[in-house]
């Protein structure tokens, strides 16, 4: 299966990289962001056709590997 | 000869830049990013640094701020444009320059003295310098060069490829590789051979008490070649 | 949320400081309150254990211009130039998050240095991990190296030296400190007094959010909905919102807007309103609605406990705040008039249109808690008697081989290659030498500075410790030809509660005050981290010292590379042969006990001047300090360096050759001269009753010992390069 996850900064942690583009859109004349924040995209293919052991798997890759728990939170977004 | 160094938001290069130019006898004018208008220049120079922090991709924000609008017209014009480690990053956003910068093959940043073999000189910023060889110094997280199989083709047929790293007898190899870069590549210019890109910074190498010296010989060469 | 005792408790106070509180205040703390009280009381800020002892400590001489007390130390290096200076601990934040933790350590310290007006001209840092074995040492190693270079590189200030060091005593608390110097006109220094009544106070930088409030408060359930989404956050660096606030800073230095200055370090707004107030015997007020927040609905206790990164704090003249606003507009940074100055002597805070604050200055400031800890002292130790035998199956070269390859002694570049260290273009001496050397820009004169420390000699007995440390500083600064002027320190200990802890600190302090007095090196800066401790065992005792001097003209600088055959190679100072808590005896033997070379602090200064008076008089060639691994590592460093060899001979002492060439007596220097010049420097060395033993000569590319034994320089190379990056790339 395919699992995809998504990786961000917990919400009150500073994103030095989001508030930047911020600025440089707004430099460009794109009106009207509120707030930009950025995270990684991640694409697992996994050897599993259970759904839930698959996600349950990625759960554990992200806490032991892809995500730093300390600054981020992370996201199962799609399994197929 | 008059010169220009854009100074981008987390530049950091830009002094030292400033101090070799005028030590090789340029009449040098900082320019702030926000600027229109570019002073009249023989040679525009975006310097190394980390401008907008190296934010999303290295040099991306910086190719949209205003003053690069002058500097692409000005390169488009037949104008001499020169970036240097994040200037080269920020060419190669713009579109003026091929390819891409990609992370550090090793993921570490690099800073240290490396040896690039000459690969063009038929242009102002190469002609006459005798050596074939130069010993420059680095210091970058992104300077591992990319670019399509189509493309590395059409920069080799146009003799676009600048510098190569090399041993110190000009030996291009694997061993003498520090970033990954596609072929060595450690600078490129563009078609026309008017605006050149390169990862080393010889800024950094105008002094014997300092890394070396064959950053004097690149800069002497290149003021005779505008004149 | 109502204060009590327990809140109080949460907060890290002790039961009677809380006592203490109520009955300065004449009534029970709000939480807010409660929070800037904790904060200004706890150890870091308060200096409340240390305090007794670093007194004692000598902060004056002919060069200094401010010690102790300010943002960072400054020294005076003649024409109307200063170097500011400070080394500072984040150890705890590193252990943590080792990449944001180094990364906001090397931050907050060029903070402190281009507070007082400084541009940052280098950096250095002092590393420690655990055992190599231990299985958190690699990832801690790679980010804290990551984060110092992420950091340093993109503000563009060269890292040009440092140490790294592996004890397993920091297997559950690694050590990062950081130090930077900058560069200052003498005029144009600026201090964090604040001055006049109704000054406007600005805040300018990074937006505040609730990072890192301190975790004990967190506990108690300050907060009572949503907790897990307000958990406190480790502090994330934004060097590049540094680089600009650093830009724009200095662009207002440069005229006269500016009377008082502070960053926003530990303990945030707080710390920072409060030490201006007190220095100024004034009053502060703000409206805490004015100061620009990241996230919606922050407290006011959030507000002044914050440690966002990238703020600063400024008192600026009346009719400023225009000039102000368009400078850091222009370097897109948050600007805010957050309050003013009165006459009150009191901390007041302003939200939503009451008041949420209420504190006289003095009941934070010169009212805080002092202890005099009880303290153990330390005896010591007896010498170990080596056995004959133990010598009898060692070679020589295989000795040396395993000692350079030594995960303390072995060449740190893969480490070093990750740090900038040539931008700025006055890179003189880059890491990997005693000392690092940056120019003074556009002139002749070129500063020096290293970094020190010896946690196994402090462990064996801190009073030598204390001592040998600031005497290795002072050594590494005269070998490359530098004049020392003062130092900075960074002390950390283990518990202050705990008594064997608190004599370590008392002892290391002790000998470091009386080395820097005799040698008239003072403390002009630092920092003091206790509570570094796995459970209940501290660390070992690990002051770190940071010295500064001075070359006058840096074409003179010396460096430690061999540079052509057949000069003369003298060992300058007496050896004696200490072998006890050597490298040698430590890895060879695998003896742990015994006392520390003992230090003798005549010697020590005699040598180091006489050193200097060669190299004025342009003799000396190379030189290098023999420290670590005793005479033979330090002559093998200097073969590597120089890619050459050299023929040694053991003088005819009593000692055997293990005790001569891996001994780690102190105060000595190995010096590389012409011939022709051997009978003016040994005519020098004797008119100042200086001892030498005439080494060998320079060769081409072998190390040959007593004719007997021998090796090439490229087997060295790669016994001292290879360990660490093998390691990392396992």
Same mark, same amino acid.
């Given at each position: 299966m395919k699992i995809s996850v998504i990786i961000t900064l917990k919400k009150d942690v500073l994103d030095p990289q989001g508030k930047i583009i911020h600025q440089t859109l707004d430099g460009m004349g794109f009106e009207g962001i509120n707030e930009v924040r950025q995270g990684k995209y991640f694409q697992i293919d996994a050897k599993e056709d259970d759904k839930k052991k698959a996600e349950a798997k990625v759960e554990e890759m992200c806490k032991k590997l892809l995500a730093n728990l300390v600054i981020e939170d992370f996201k199962i977004i799609g399994t197929q | 000869?008059?010169?220009?160094?854009?100074?981008?938001?987390?530049?950091?290069?830009?002094?030292?830049?400033?101090?070799?130019?005028?030590?090789?006898?340029?009449?040098?004018?900082?320019?702030?990013?926000?600027? @229109?208008?570019?002073?009249?220049?023989?040679?525009?120079?975006?310097?190394?640094?980390?401008?907008?922090?190296?934010?999303?991709?290295?040099?991306?924000?910086?190719?949209?701020?205003? @003053?690069?609008?002058?500097?692409?017209?000005?390169?488009?014009?037949?104008?001499?444009?020169?970036?240097?480690?994040?200037?080269?990053?920020?060419?190669?956003?713009?579109?003026?320059?091929?390819?891409?910068?990609?992370?550090?093959?090793?993921?570490?940043?690099?800073?240290?003295?490396?040896?690039?073999?000459?690969?063009?000189?038929?242009?102002?910023?190469?002609?006459?310098?005798?050596?074939?060889?130069?010993?420059?110094?680095?210091?970058?997280?992104?300077?591992?060069?990319?670019?399509?199989?189509?493309?590395?083709?059409? @920069?080799?047929?146009?003799?676009? @490829?600048?510098?190569?790293?090399?041993?110190?007898d000009g030996k291009v190899s694997e061993d003498n590789n520090p970033n990954g870069s596609i072929k060595n590549i450690a600078s490129v210019f563009n078609k026309e051979k008017n605006v050149l890109g390169m990862m080393p910074h010889p800024e950094r190498m105008i002094d014997p008490a300092l890394s070396g010296e064959d950053g004097s010989i690149f800069f002497k060469n290149l003021i005779n070649n505008l004149k | 949320?109502?204060?009590?005792?327990?809140?109080?408790?949460?907060?890290?106070?002790?039961?009677?400081?809380?006592? &203490?509180?109520?009955?300065?205040?004449?009534?029970?703390?709000?939480?807010? +309150? #409660?929070?800037?009280?904790?904060?200004?009381?706890?150890?870091?800020?308060?200096?409340?254990?240390? &305090?007794?002892?670093?007194k004692n400590l000598p902060t004056k001489g002919k060069n200094?211009?401010?010690?102790?007390? +300010?943002?960072?130390?400054?020294?005076?290096?003649?024409?109307?130039?200063?170097?500011?200076?400070?080394? +500072?601990?984040?150890? /705890?934040?590193?252990?943590?998050?080792?990449?944001?933790?180094?990364?906001? =350590?090397?931050?907050?310290? !060029?903070?402190?240095?281009?507070? !007082?007006?400084?541009?940052?001209?280098?950096?250095?840092?002092?590393?420690?991990?655990?055992?190599?074995?231990?299985?958190?040492?690699?990832?801690?190693?790679?980010g804290v190296v990551c984060g110092?270079?992420?950091?340093?590189?993109? !503000?563009?200030?060269?890292?040009?030296?440092?140490?790294?060091?592996?004890?397993?005593?920091?297997?559950?608390?690694?050590?990062?400190?950081?130090?930077?110097l900058g560069l200052v006109k003498k005029n144009k220094i600026f201090y964090s007094k604040a001055a006049g009544l109704g000054k406007p106070v600005i805040y300018v930088g990074s937006k505040t959010g609730r990072d890192g409030i301190h975790g004990a408060s967190m506990a108690s359930a300050v907060f009572d909905e949503k907790i897990e989404e307000k958990k406190p956050t480790v502090q994330v660096g934004d060097p590049f919102t540094e680089k600009l606030l650093l830009e724009a800073c200095l662009e207002l230095m440069e005229g006269d807007s500016i009377i008082a200055i502070q960053d926003m370090g530990a303990a945030g707004l707080t710390s920072s309103s409060i030490e201006m107030a007190s220095k100024g015997k004034l009053g502060i007020e703000f409206n805490l609605n004015k100061v620009p927040c990241r996230e919606a609905k922050m407290t006011p206790y959030e507000i002044m406990l914050s440690e966002s990164q990238e703020r600063m704090l400024i008192v600026l003249e009346n009719g400023k705040e225009d000039l102000a606003k368009k400078i850091f507009d222009k370097w897109n940074l948050d600007f805010a008039v957050i309050g003013k100055t009165t006459d009150s002597k009191k901390i007041e805070l302003y939200f939503d249109n009451s008041k949420v604050a209420d504190i006289p200055i003095d009941t934070l400031v010169q009212n805080s808690p002092m202890y005099d800890r009880k303290w153990k002292k330390s005896k010591l130790p007896k010498k170990i008697k080596i056995k004959k035998e133990d010598f009898k199956n060692l070679k020589i070269v295989n000795v040396l081989n395993k000692i350079l390859s030594n995960p303390n002694i072995c060449s740190k570049e893969w480490i070093w290659e990750q740090y900038d260290h040539t931008v700025m273009g006055d890179t003189i001496q880059k890491p990997g030498g005693d000392s690092g050397v940056v120019r003074i820009h556009g002139s002749n004169k070129a500063v020096a500075a290293s970094v020190d420390s010896s946690a196994v000699y402090c462990w064996a007995h801190p009073l030598s410790g204390g001592k040998q440390i600031v005497c290795e500083s002072w050594r590494n600064l005269?070998?490359? =030809?530098?004049?020392?002027?003062?130092?900075?320190?960074?002390?950390?200990?283990?518990?202050?509660?705990?008594?064997?802890?608190?004599?370590?600190?008392?002892?290391?302090? /002790?000998?470091?005050?009386?080395?820097?007095k005799y040698l008239d090196f003072p403390v002009v800066s630092g920092n003091v981290s206790f509570y570094n401790q796995t459970k209940d065992v501290g660390i070992k005792p690990t002051p770190t010292i940071g010295g500064v001097g001075l070359i006058k003209n840096y074409k003179n600088v010396i460096t430690m590379g061999l540079k052509k055959t057949n000069n003369i190679i003298i060992v300058v100072g007496k050896t004696e042969g200490h072998l006890d808590q050597s490298i040698f005896a430590r890895d060879i033997l695998n003896q742990k006990n015994g006392p520390p070379p003992e230090i003798n602090l005549f010697n020590e200064k005699n040598n180091g001047e006489t050193i200097l008076k060669l190299i004025e008089k342009n003799y000396v060639k190379s030189a290098h300090d023999v420290s670590l691994g005793g005479i033979i590592t330090s002559l093998a460093k200097m073969c590597i360096k120089g890619k050459k060899g050299a023929s040694i001979k053991k003088p005819k002492y009593l000692i055997n050759i293990f005790e001569y060439f891996f001994g780690?007596?102190?105060?000595?220097?190995?010096?590389?001269?012409?011939?022709?010049?051997?009978?003016?420097?040994?005519?020098?060395?004797?008119?100042?009753?200086?001892?030498?033993?005439?080494?060998?000569?320079?060769?081409?590319?072998? #190390?040959?010992?007593?004719?007997?034994? &021998?090796?090439?320089?490229?087997?060295?190379?790669?016994?001292?390069t290879n360990w660490l990056t093998n390691y990392m790339n396992k």
């Open positions: - | 000869m008059n010169s220009s160094v854009i100074t981008f938001p987390g530049s950091n290069c830009d002094r030292d830049m400033d101090v070799a130019l005028k030590k090789f006898g340029f009449k040098n004018k900082m320019v702030w990013h926000n600027d @229109i208008e570019l002073p009249k220049s023989d040679l525009v120079v975006l310097p190394g640094g980390f401008s907008y922090g190296d934010y999303l991709r290295c040099g991306s924000m910086a190719s949209k701020s205003k @003053i690069m609008k002058s500097v692409i017209n000005f390169a488009k014009s037949g104008g001499k444009v020169m970036g240097i480690c994040n200037g080269f990053q920020i060419l190669v956003e713009t579109g003026l320059l091929p390819g891409v910068l990609l992370r550090n093959k090793y993921l570490e940043f690099i800073c240290k003295n490396v040896f690039v073999k000459i690969n063009n000189k038929d242009n102002s910023y190469f002609k006459n310098i005798k050596k074939d060889t130069l010993e420059l110094h680095i210091a970058h997280n992104e300077g591992n060069y990319f670019c399509s199989n189509e493309q590395i083709k059409e @920069i080799n047929d146009n003799n676009q @490829i600048a510098l190569y790293y090399s041993d110190k | 949320m109502t204060v009590n005792e327990q809140v109080a408790i949460d907060h890290g106070l002790k039961k009677d400081e809380y006592k &203490k509180i109520c009955d300065l205040l004449e009534r029970i703390p709000n939480i807010t +309150e #409660l929070g800037i009280f904790s904060a200004m009381w706890n150890e870091h800020c308060s200096y409340k254990s240390s &305090k007794l002892h670093l200094v211009i401010q010690g102790p007390g +300010e943002n960072a130390g400054v020294i005076d290096i003649g024409d109307d130039d200063a170097i500011v200076f400070k080394i +500072e601990s984040h150890n /705890h934040p590193s252990f943590i998050e080792p990449y944001q933790g180094a990364a906001t =350590g090397v931050g907050g310290i !060029m903070r402190d240095v281009f507070t !007082m007006g400084a541009r940052p001209i280098a950096n250095l840092n002092s590393i420690h991990f655990g055992s190599p074995q231990h299985k958190k040492t690699k990832n801690l190693l790679r110092i270079g992420g950091y340093g590189n993109c !503000m563009g200030i060269p890292t040009i030296a440092g140490q790294t060091s592996f004890d397993e005593s920091y297997n559950g608390n690694i050590l990062v400190n950081a130090m930077t005269i070998s490359v =030809g530098a004049q020392p002027i003062a130092i900075t320190n960074c002390l950390n200990f283990g518990s202050p509660e705990n008594e064997e802890n608190m004599g370590e600190f008392v002892e290391c302090v /002790h000998g470091l005050g009386e080395a820097s780690e007596d102190q105060g000595r220097y190995i010096i590389e001269i012409e011939k022709i010049d051997f009978k003016n420097v040994t005519e020098i060395l004797e008119k100042n009753s200086v001892h030498y033993d005439e080494l060998g000569i320079v060769n081409k590319n072998e #190390l040959i010992i007593d004719d007997k034994s &021998k090796v090439t320089i490229d087997e060295l190379i790669k016994s001292h």
